[in-house]
T-cell receptor
Framework: QKEVEQNSGPLSVPEGAIASLNCTYSDRGSQSFFWYRQYSGKSPELIMFIYSNGDKEDGRFTAQLNKASQYVSLLIRDSQPSDSATYLCAAFSGEIKAAGNKLTFGGGTRVLVKP | EPEVTQTPSHQVTQMGQEVILRCVPISNHLYFYWYRQILGQKVEFLVSFYNNEISEKSEIFDDQFSVERPDGSNFTLKIRSTKLEDSAMYFC?????????FGPGTRLLVL
């Protein structure tokens, strides 16, 4: 059974601080990893994806991937109250830059940014 | 910016009734997906569709479920005889390649 695990939280972060979210996965065949943000009652909204070991930065967000440890993380810098949401980690088990395969989602980490 | 759309936003039905959920994927995307999320649980994959056929389906996607692309723009999910446990948020997604973009979802309530 291919699993993606996340701490459910809530992760409480002061406004302006860095939020650090973690995700582990069981399937070594997973090639690409996606972070989605989901507000309550809404659909997942893509933040960024990563498929190479190391760091990838996009604005206030940095994704980190360590395939040897089967670990993905997301850092949110300068956290804002509008960042309060559930953050979903998802693994894609197809070939890198392939398509059509399913995403396997973790349960999400709820983040609360306090003003 | 192109986006995936879904109708209806909410659907209430009686157990045993058929429902059809509709999706319009992003226009130049070739891969289409249905996921569902039961309240408080993970987003779960149901089915993927490419070139007018199912690419992959999960154990959830049994004979009660079917998908269709009836024309060049719509992608539908049919549940033939709904059960109470089918109550969930159903998300359609599409991708041009590996990045999947989700629609706003249809909240299905089976009574």
């Amino acid at each position: 059974q291919k699993e993606v695990e996340q701490n459910s939280g809530p992760l409480s972060v002061p406004e302006g601080a860095i939020a650090s979210l973690n995700c582990t996965y069981s399937d070594r065949g997973s090639q690409s990893f996606f972070w989605y943000r989901q507000y309550s009652g809404k659909s997942p909204e893509l933040i960024m994806f990563i498929y190479s070991n190391g760091d990838k930065e996009d604005g206030r967000f940095t994704a980190q991937l360590n395939k040897a440890s089967q670990y993905v993380s997301l850092l949110i810098r300068d956290s804002q109250p509008s960042d309060s949401a559930t953050y979903l980690c998802a693994a894609f088990s197809g070939e890198i830059k392939a398509a059509g395969n399913k995403l396997t989602f973790g349960g999400g980490t709820r983040v609360l940014v306090k003003p | 910016e192109p986006e995936v759309t879904q109708t209806p936003s909410h659907q209430v039905t009686q157990m045993g009734q058929e429902v059809i959920l509709r999706c319009v994927p992003i226009s130049n995307h070739l891969y289409f997906y249905w996921y569902r999320q039961i309240l408080g649980q993970k987003v779960e994959f149901l089915v993927s569709f490419y070139n007018n056929e199912i690419s992959e389906k999960s154990e959830i996607f049994d004979d009660q479920f079917s998908v269709e692309r009836p024309d060049g723009s719509n992608f539908t999910l049919k549940i033939r005889s709904t059960k109470l446990e089918d109550s969930a948020m159903y998300f359609c997604a599409s991708s041009g390649w590996e990045t999947q973009y989700f629609g706003p979802g249809t909240r299905l309530l089976v009574l």
